[in-house]
């Protein structure tokens, strides 16, 4: 079946503009979470989705970062004013439920490159 | 809070020699983990993982085993081939609390020669 989709692939931008990054889960998939990869900081986690639950947003580096999650499928993470440390492959994943155990499939990413 | 260290790369072998990518993690309780691959120019995909202690994961070749006592989780191959070049990621995540949400090593680079 389809995989974790995610776009636009690449994305430049200059310092100060927003952007808007989609993922589409795996259909039936409950869970969706946000990572970034940088060089400087590895992979981070970013917020987490849980069905109807409140996000987990502890993650988000700032408050110039916000994700959605409309209808418990598809997500957008929204970075407002974004700045040059914001360059980085912004991944998605998403797995069946929300338990420890449970295994993450992740999308190609998005590379935001910010001039 | 959880953390994993794994071995700084690059590291560089020759077909058919065995590999160890060494993880510790620090964590409460009994966490599940995992090792991730990223191929070049590829996405992240898991290669194995274990959720109890002294399981052992295993795929394509490779296997690691949840040493709780060592607070470990290395990797090992018993022959490396030139398609295992990749980078390569401990990672863990809580049981109960804090959903799903992975916490990932730095990250092992592998170069796989003939």
């Known amino acids: 079946g389809a995989g974790v989709s995610q776009s636009p692939s690449n994305k430049v931008t200059e310092k100060g503009k927003d952007v808007e990054l989609r993922c589409d889960p795996i259909?039936?998939?409950?869970?969706l979470y946000w990572y970034r990869q940088s060089l400087g900081q590895g992979l981070e986690f970013l917020i987490y989705f849980q069905g109807n639950s409140a996000p987990d947003k502890s993650g988000l580096p700032s408050d110039r970062f916000s994700a959605e999650r409309t209808g418990g499928s598809v997500s957008t993470l929204t970075i407002q004013r974004t700045q040059q440390e914001d360059s980085a492959v912004y991944l998605c994943?998403?797995?069946?439920?929300?338990?420890?155990?449970?295994?993450?499939?992740f999308g190609p990413g998005t590379r935001l490159l910010v001039l | 809070g959880d953390s994993v260290t794994q071995m700084e790369g690059p590291v560089t072998l020759s077909e058919e020699a065995f590999l160890t990518i060494n993880c510790t993690y620090t964590a409460t309780g009994y966490p599940s983990l995992f090792w991730y691959v990223q191929y070049p120019g590829e996405g992240l995909q898991l290669l194995l993982k274990a959720t109890k202690a002294d399981d052992k994961g295993s795929n394509k070749g490779f296997e690691a085993t949840y040493r709780k006592e060592t607070t470990s989780f290395h990797l090992e191959k018993g022959s490396v081939q030139v398609s295992d070049s990749a980078v390569y990621f401990c990672?863990?995540?809580?049981?109960?609390?804090?959903?799903?949400?992975?916490?990932f090593g730095t990250g092992t680079q592998l170069k796989v020669e003939l």
């Open positions: 259909s039936g998939h409950t869970a």
């Open positions: 990672a863990l995540s809580p049981v109960t609390g804090g959903g799903n949400k992975l916490t």
């Open positions: 994943a998403s797995s069946r439920g929300g338990q420890g155990q449970e295994t993450q499939y």
